[in-house]
């Protein structure tokens, strides 16, 4: 089946140890998305890619990064985590080119604990 | 920005009652979406519903996009069901940017 795969499930990290979070999809979605949700919160967008262009959001902290080096893969780098860092961290995809619609479809997420 | 508020924020039910979950949105969307967020985190995508009506199974949601509001209903529920359920809509405007609503929690016990 299609999917949106992220790795891993569950990550510890000590504070300020950068650590990297991985998101695949094998449905050929040319937009990749990355959002943070903390607990008892809705998902917060923090940028997005369409195709190889990145757009990220006004109040994304310097603190994270993104990389995309093909269709398939995005990548969530947090350069120095803070507790305040501590969430899921959600990928999500969408082909709105292809599709004429932007429906979005989520992959399982990424609990970031930071000790 | 564009405001999403959904109602109500919690509710409990019994294995097989029905419920009406409401969202509501202060502009004009070119795309609505629900998801039902499972206890582990995932979001699964329930309906894309700009407009109209729309039905899956026990499943049903309704857009009245000129009224900016949309409806999921959940008929007999299941424990399965229980979760956090979340609209989240497109502006008509700039970069089809999801935002989500408030979110409605539901707990079905048996």
């Known amino acids: 089946d299609a999917m949106v795969i992220q790795n891993p499930r569950y990550q510890v990290t000590q504070f300020g140890k950068p650590v990297t979070l991985s998101c695949s999809q094998t449905l050929n979605h040319n937009v990749m998305y990355w959002y943070q949700q903390k607990s008892s919160q809705a998902p917060k967008l923090l940028f997005h890619y369409y195709d190889k262009d990145f757009n990220n959001e006004a109040d994304t902290p310097d603190n994270f990064q993104s990389r995309r080096p093909n269709t398939s893969f995005c990548f969530l780098d947090i350069r120095s985590p803070g507790l305040g860092d501590a969430a899921m961290y959600l990928c999500?995809?969408?082909?709105?080119?292809?599709?004429?619609?932007?429906?979005?479809?989520f992959g399982p997420g990424t609990r970031l604990t930071v000790l | 920005g564009i405001q999403v508020e959904q109602s109500p924020p919690d509710l409990i039910l019994q294995e097989g009652a029905n419920s009406t979950l409401r969202c509501n949105f202060s502009?004009?969307?070119?795309?609505l979406q629900w998801f039902h967020q499972n206890p582990w985190g995932q979001l699964i995508n329930l309906f894309y519903?700009?407009?109209g009506t729309k039905q899956n199974g026990r499943l049903s949601a309704t857009t009245v996009a000129t009224e900016r509001y949309s409806l999921l209903y959940i008929s007999s529920s299941q424990t399965t069901d229980s979760g956090v359920y979340f609209c989240?809509?497109?502006?008509?405007?700039?970069?089809?940017?999801?935002?989500f609503g408030t979110g409605t929690r539901l707990l079905v016990s048996p």
């Open positions: 999500a995809t969408s082909s709105p080119r292809d599709r004429g619609i932007d429906e979005q479809f």
């Open positions: 989240a809509v497109v502006m008509n405007t700039g970069f089809q940017k999801l935002v």
């Open positions: 502009d004009s969307v070119n795309n």
């Open positions: 519903i700009p407009s």
